[in-house]
């Protein structure tokens, strides 16, 4: 076991009653579980996103903590929270990192996986 691992997994939504697909408006949830599969606790700082539409349109998201937290999660705890973006098309991507403080001072990045938010059945 790494000392330093957050592993990240994440479930999306497409948001139909929140959208505006005649005004290029598509809206999506994300819900994202963070759980310390290492063996030193740490807490999560702050948040980096790229957000890519099916246009290649990127925008960076940078920010403290996760929807107003700063967890701290002891080896094998784990945090969930969801949020949401919207983007011009009704495919795109997101993808970024968690900066995290070891309970030892340690820091370290813990990776978030590109994840896709589409439309309900439009990916073959």
């Known amino acids: 076991m790494a000392p330093y691992e957050l592993t990240v997994t994440v479930r999306t939504q ?3 009653e929140q959208s505006d697909p005649a005004r290029t408006n598509y809206v999506f949830t994300y ?3 963070i759980k310390n599969t290492g063996s030193v606790a740490a807490q999560l700082i702050a948040r980096h996103w790229v957000i890519t539409d099916a246009n290649n349109h990127v ?10 937290h700063q ?9 969930e929270y969801t949020s949401g973006t919207q983007m011009a098309t009704p495919q795109g991507s997101m ?12 820091r370290f990045e813990a990776k978030i996986p590109e994840f896709v938010l589409s439309l309900p059945r439009t990916l073959h």
């Open 14 to 16: 497409y948001l139909p």
């Open 71 to 79: 967890p701290l999660l002891q080896p094998g705890e784990q945090f």
């Open 31 to 33: 819900t994202i579980t």
């Open 59 to 68: 925008e960076e998201v940078r920010g403290l903590g996760v929807v107003g």
């Open 95 to 106: 993808l970024g990192e968690y900066f995290c403080v070891a309970e030892d001072g340690h």
